[in-house]
Nanobody, 113 residues
């Protein structure tokens, strides 16, 4: 069965960095585009970044463009989200999702001084 497992979240000061990982299993990872979403308390889940099957195509929300980088390693069935210059408004639960609509359980990111 399909499984997506996120990790790498935590508490970080403003201006700090985190790298999230999402390990996939149960499907042919390299056949699917992947996406990172986030959901802050009291807000709707929003798309943060997406990456094509090969990794050559990426897209970002305006709010994170220039600060976040999505990448993937098809040999490791893993998609990453490198987050730099984090801001308090980046605080949220971060989820990965595949093209079939399967979600991971999420990882909490808290940006606070």
């Amino acid at each position: 069965q399909v499984q997506l497992t996120e990790s790498g979240g935590g508490l970080v000061h403003p201006g700090g960095s985190l790298r999230l990982s999402c390990v996939a299993s149960g499907f042919t990872f390299s056949n699917y585009a992947m996406r990172w979403f986030r959901q802050a308390p009291g807000k709707e889940r929003e798309l943060v970044a997406s990456i094509s099957r090969t990794g050559l195509g990426t897209n970002y929300a305006d709010s994170v463009n220039g600060r976040f980088t999505i990448s993937r390693d098809n040999g490791k069935n893993t998609v990453y989200l490198q987050m730099n210059n984090l801001k308090p408004e980046d605080t949220a639960v971060y989820y990965c999702r595949d093209d079939e609509g399967n979600w991971g359980q999420g990882t909490q990111v808290t940006v606070s001084s």
